[in-house]
Structure formats: structure tokens, C-alpha cells
């Protein structure tokens, strides 16, 4: 099974603060990377497929880049609706994909 | 609008059963290959199950093969997650998600949930 790793775990940040997140695969897994946002109690939402691609209606500060195992999702300006648990998922091993185990984004 | 909702969970014992449902709206569904997610309380996402949008394939992760069954009615637009022998560490919110696939602007191909139900809750405990 491919592994995901995600860092950091948690992090606290600010309104208009750029945000950085990695995550990293146990194996290369090309391009097949998606991003997720989960705000409490809420479903998944999608971000960013095949590593850089934004979906529809998401915003253009969310970007997403990488390739074979590093990834990275970044915010370039934190909106207070930003404020959630990021996942990254792999989709190589389609359809066994995995997420990665979640980074958690607190307000500072 | 593009829907898909969730319903069917609940308090089941030990060894019972249960199962869920997915009624999709807004969307060709029978041309859309479908999963099952799941996440315990506290804790990240885990795939459950896979279906083609005939229905003639399907996938499993390990922690539930020969026990969750995947199918789905194409003439009603509902996909299902038959659950049997349940245990304590299957207890989670289930979710059904509509899978997008295709080849990105970047060149290489994707594989992805667009579309996600509000989650269903299944409890196993006596």
C-alpha cells in the first residue's frame, strides 16, 4: 500500500498569512494527487486534483504543486473560512486510494 | 444541482448489520464510478469501497472484504454499502462520493471525489 504522509500535523496562523503544506508519498505516484478541505462536522471538500489542477468554484488563492513523492498545498492569503483540516489523497493505486492523515489549520 | 445523500445508519450490536444508502440527484449517475469513505470519530478519511458506474466492478479495502458489499441501482440512482459482521472499530461517519477521472491541464491523468454526501453515522457498540 502507498503511505502519505502529511507536515505539519497542526498549525496556527493568521488572516493573510501564507500557508504552506507538504505531504509526501511512500512511493512516486506521478501527478496523482488530490487536496481536500473538512471544516467540523462537515464532508470533504475537493481543492485541487492531479497535484495542480483547482477545481471549480475554489479559490485562486488555494494552489496546489509537486510531482513523484513531495507535494505541497499553499494558501497564499488565509481567510478566516480557511480555518480547517487539509488531506491530501493519492489516487496512483486507484480506486485503493489513501489519505494522508490530515494537517489541522488553527487560527493564531 | 449535483446531490448525493446519505441515510441508513444507526445503533447496531456486534455481528449485526446494516445497510446504507446513497440517492444521487443532478447527474448522470449510471456514467460516474462512486466510493465509500469513512472516518472514525477523531480521526482522518479511509476508503471503504469502490463501483464502476455499470456496477460489474467493484474494489475493497482489506479491514472490510468478504463483509461490505457495493452495489448500485443505475434505473434509481442509488448506490449501497451492505454491511455484515460489524465491529466496534467500523463505527464512523459514512460517506458516498461521485468520482471525477480524467486527464489534467498539466498533462497527466487524475482520479478524484467532486462530489461528497453529508455522511451517514454508523455506530457499533452492545
Known amino acids: 500500500d502507498i503511505q502519505m504522509t502529511q507536515s505539519p500535523s497542526s498549525l496556527s496562523a493568521s488572516a493573510g498569512d501564507r500557508v504552506t503544506i507538504t505531504c509526501r508519498a511512500s512511493?512516486?505516484?506521478?501527478?496523482?494527487l488530490n487536496w481536500y478541505q473538512q471544516k467540523p462536522g462537515k464532508a470533504p471538500k475537493l481543492l485541487i486534483y492531479?497535484?495542480?489542477s483547482l477545481q471549480s468554484g475554489v479559490p485562486s488563492r488555494f494552489g496546489g504543486s509537486g510531482s513523484g513523492t513531495d507535494f505541497t498545498l499553499t494558501i497564499t492569503s488565509l481567510q478566516p473560512e480557511d480555518f480547517a483540516t487539509y488531506y491530501c489523497?493519492?489516487?496512483?493505486?486507484?480506486?485503493?486510494?489513501?489519505f494522508g492523515p490530515g494537517t489541522k489549520v488553527h487560527i493564531k | 444541482d449535483v446531490q448525493l445523500l446519505e441515510s441508513g445508519g444507526g445503533l447496531v450490536q456486534p455481528g449485526g448489520s446494516l445497510r446504507l444508502s446513497c440517492a444521487a440527484s443532478?447527474?448522470?449517475?449510471?456514467?460516474?464510478?462512486m466510493n465509500w469513505v469513512r472516518q472514525a470519530p477523531g480521526k482522518g478519511l479511509e476508503w471503504v469501497s469502490a463501483?464502476?458506474?455499470?456496477?460489474?466492478?467493484?474494489f475493497y479495502a482489506d479491514s472490510v472484504k468478504g463483509r461490505f458489499t457495493i452495489s448500485r441501482d443505475n434505473s434509481n440512482n442509488t448506490l449501497y454499502l451492505q454491511m455484515t459482521s460489524l465491529r466496534a472499530d467500523d463505527t464512523a461517519v459514512y460517506y458516498c462520493?461521485?468520482?471525477?477521472?480524467?486527464?489534467?491541464?498539466?498533462?497527466?491523468?487524475?482520479?478524484?471525489?467532486?462530489?461528497w454526501g453529508q455522511g451517514t453515522t454508523v455506530t457499533v457498540s452492545s
Open positions: 489523497q493519492q489516487s496512483y493505486s486507484t480506486p485503493r486510494i489513501t
Open positions: 463501483i464502476s458506474g455499470s456496477g460489474s466492478t467493484t
Open positions: 492531479g497535484a495542480s
Open positions: 512511493q512516486s505516484i506521478a501527478s496523482y
Open positions: 462520493a461521485k468520482v471525477i477521472e480524467g486527464i489534467a491541464a498539466a498533462g497527466g491523468d487524475y482520479y478524484a471525489m467532486d462530489v
Open positions: 443532478g447527474f448522470t449517475f449510471s456514467n460516474y464510478a
